[in-house]
C-alpha cells in the first residue's frame, strides 16, 4: 500500500459507494451479488435466455408456460422454498414424507407422481436420467425430445389438474346488469377447493350505478355438495346484507338451483325484499 504524503488523519471508507459512506443497502446489494455468484447455472441471466426462449416457444397456453418458467425458477411455493423464507419450519414432502420438498420432488421425483409420468411411454426416456433441479429436467425435454413431446410434458401439469366440479351445477346465463332504481344488487358465488377440504364464499353488492359498495369473502369448512356451498353463499349474502342495513336488493348467484330454492325465500320473507 503505498503511504500517503499529506497529513490527513485516518478515516475509514466503505469502498462500495461514491461518497465512501456505508449504507446497509450497498452491503445487502453484494451479499446478494455473492449469493447469486455462487449458485450454479440457471442464475445467470444468460444462461437462462435459452431456457425461457424454449419455454416460450412451446404450442400450449400461456398460462402454461408462466407456470413452467417458475418452476425452472425454483419459485414456486413449495415447503422448500416457504421454509427458506421462514414461514414454514419443516420441508419434508407431505405424501411420502421423505424428501425435501422442492420443485423437482413435487413435479418429478416423489413416488406419489411418478405413476402419472410411468403411465405414458412417452416420458420413460428422461426418467432414465438424473437431474439436479427442475430448470435442468426442462433444459433436457426442450432440447432431447421433439417439440410436440416438449408440449405434451407441459400440458401434463394442467391436464392432472382435477376437473371444477363447478362445471357440473346448472347455470343461470346472464350478463351482469345494475339492478332497478333505488335498490341494491347481491350477487353471490361458492366456489370448492376439494384438495383442501375447503369452500369458498363470496358476495359483492353494488348500488344502482353498479358501484361496488361492499365485499365479503370467507372460506368454511367442505361442505357435502357442491349445491350446498351455493346455498351457503346465498344465506351468508342475505345475513350480510341484512347486517349493513340493506333491506331493498335483487339477488343474484348462478347456480338456478339455488336461487329456485326456499332458504332464500325464507330470508327474503325475513325482512330482504
Ligand atoms: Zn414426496
Redesign the pocket.
Known amino acids: 500500500m503505498p503511504v500517503s504524503f499529506h497529513t490527513d488523519r485516518d478515516s475509514l471508507i466503505w469502498p462500495w459507494t461514491s461518497d465512501g459512506v456505508y449504507l446497509v443497502r450497498s452491503a445487502y446489494q453484494i451479499l446478494a451479488n455473492d449469493s447469486l455468484l455462487s449458485q450454479a447455472g440457471s442464475s445467470n441471466p444468460d444462461d437462462s435466455k435459452p431456457l425461457w426462449n424454449g419455454i416460450w416457444k412451446l404450442k400450449v397456453p400461456n398460462k402454461v408456460k408462466h407456470f413452467m418458467w417458475q418452476a425452472a425458477n425454483e419459485s414456486l411455493p413449495t415447503k422448500c422454498n416457504l421454509c427458506a423464507r421462514h414461514v414454514l419450519l419443516e420441508s419434508s414432502?407431505g405424501?411420502?414424507e421423505?424428501?425435501p420438498?422442492d420443485v423437482i420432488?413435487c413435479l418429478w421425483l416423489?413416488?406419489?407422481v411418478k405413476c402419472i409420468w410411468l403411465s405414458d411411454q412417452t416420458f420413460h426416456y428422461p426418467r432414465t436420467r438424473k437431474f439436479r433441479c427442475f430448470g435442468d429436467l426442462v433444459s433436457f425435454v426442450l432440447s432431447e425430445l421433439p417439440s410436440g413431446t416438449a408440449a405434451l410434458f407441459s400440458m401434463e401439469f394442467t391436464d392432472v389438474q382435477d376437473t371444477p366440479v363447478r362445471s357440473a351445477i346448472p347455470r343461470v346465463e346472464a350478463r351482469w346488469k345494475p339492478p332497478s332504481a333505488g335498490l341494491f344488487k347481491i350477487n353471490f358465488n361458492g366456489a370448492v377447493f376439494a384438495d383442501r377440504s375447503l369452500a369458498g364464499l363470496g358476495i359483492v353488492i353494488r348500488d344502482e350505478f353498479g358501484l361496488i359498495i361492499v365485499t365479503l369473502s370467507q372460506k368454511i369448512p367442505l361442505p357435502s355438495s357442491v349445491e350446498l356451498v351455493e346455498a351457503l353463499a346465498a344465506r351468508c349474502a342475505l345475513i350480510f346484507a341484512q347486517e349493513i342495513n340493506i333491506f331493498k336488493a335483487e339477488v343474484e348467484g348462478d347456480s338456478l338451483k339455488v336461487i329456485q330454492i326456499p332458504i332464500v325465500e325464507a330470508i327474503c320473507l325475513g325482512g330482504l325484499l
Do not use: G, R, S, T
Open positions: 414432502c405424501l411420502c421423505e424428501f420438498k420432488h416423489c413416488d406419489h
